[in-house]
């Protein structure tokens, strides 16, 4: 027993053998304090020290309640008792601390991860979004360009139009001449076509160059003055029949041949 260990009535010293009791309202007295003031086990009464109404007591021994008995026991096997179960505490919340730090450690390292993998991505498709961009700028430039380049082309193909009905609108509206035929009552005669002029059937003026060419060498036969005369006259003539038989004329044999006017007729 402790040496603080006393009764608060009496102070009698507690030993091994002696019997103490504690009340309710926390005193301590001896057995004989405890008759005394006809306090009993299982009922209330009053307390011999304070005088407090239904005071109730309980012996003071190892059967004690948990809550009690570490009042009575030595501060040094507490301390120890206690620096046991706060170790015991320490370890065991501090390893359930250090496993829930490492499920946010891990947690926090998964986040980081997956964070610097979305900013990676993030920035590629910026990147690819400005290329895209400047893509898309590029092409519609090139478009808004070929579009420019199409109005000029249709522009100079409305051009083109307006010049061709212009054209076709001031030419005039001939119609084709059938070519001369050969055949009937004409005479022929050896006279060569070498001086005629190769041409379409509507070719009158070279025709008529080429017939003029004809008879003025067919005329070279007599004098130069005379030559000259009836190269003058036969261009007169040839060129009268001409204007005067329009688009239409065909020459005849004798025409092509260039014969002269009475010999084209039978």
């Given amino acids: ?44 009464g009053i ?48 390893a359930h601390r250090q496993r829930f ?9 998964k ?34 360009s070929t579009k ?8 100079v193909l409305a051009d083109r139009d307006q010049e061709i009905h212009r054209l076709k609108r001031k030419s005039p509206n001939t119609g084709r001449a059938g070519y001369p035929s050969l055949n009937g009552n004409t005479p022929l005669s050896r006279v060569s076509f070498f001086g005629c002029t190769t041409s379409t059937p509507n070719d009158f003026a070279n025709i008529a160059a080429g017939c003029l060419d004809n008879r003025r060498r067919n005329a070279v036969g007599g004098n130069a003055g005379t030559a000259g005369e009836f190269d003058f006259l036969s261009q ?12 239409s004329f065909i020459p005849n044999t004798p025409a092509l041949l260039g014969l002269p006017a009475d010999t084209r007729s039978f």
């Fill in 111 to 144: 986040a980081a991860k997956i964070a610097k993998a979305a900013h990676v991505e993030i920035t590629k498709r910026v990147e690819r979004e400005k290329n895209l961009l400047a893509e898309r700028n590029q092409v519609r430039m090139e478009l808004d």
């Fill in 148 to 155: 420019d380049y199409v109005r000029q082309l249709e522009k």
């Fill in 1 to 44: 027993m402790n040496e603080w260990f006393h009764c608060n009535k009496c102070f009698l010293v507690g030993t091994n053998d002696s019997q103490f009791w504690f009340t309710s309202c926390g005193h301590i007295i001896c057995a004989e304090c405890k008759k005394n003031g006809n306090l009993l086990l299982g009922q209330k």
């Fill in 236 to 247: 007169q003539r040839a060129m009268e029949e001409v204007v005067a038989g329009g688009p």
């Fill in 101 to 109: 730090f490492k499920h946010i450690r891990e947690k926090y390292n």
């Fill in 47 to 94: 307390c011999v020290v304070c005088s407090k109404q239904e005071t109730s007591i309980m012996m003071v021994n190892k059967n004690m309640k948990p809550d009690l008995i570490h009042l009575f026991r030595p501060p040094k096997d507490l301390l120890i008792e206690f620096t046991s179960k706060i170790k015991t505490t320490v370890e065991f919340q501090n």
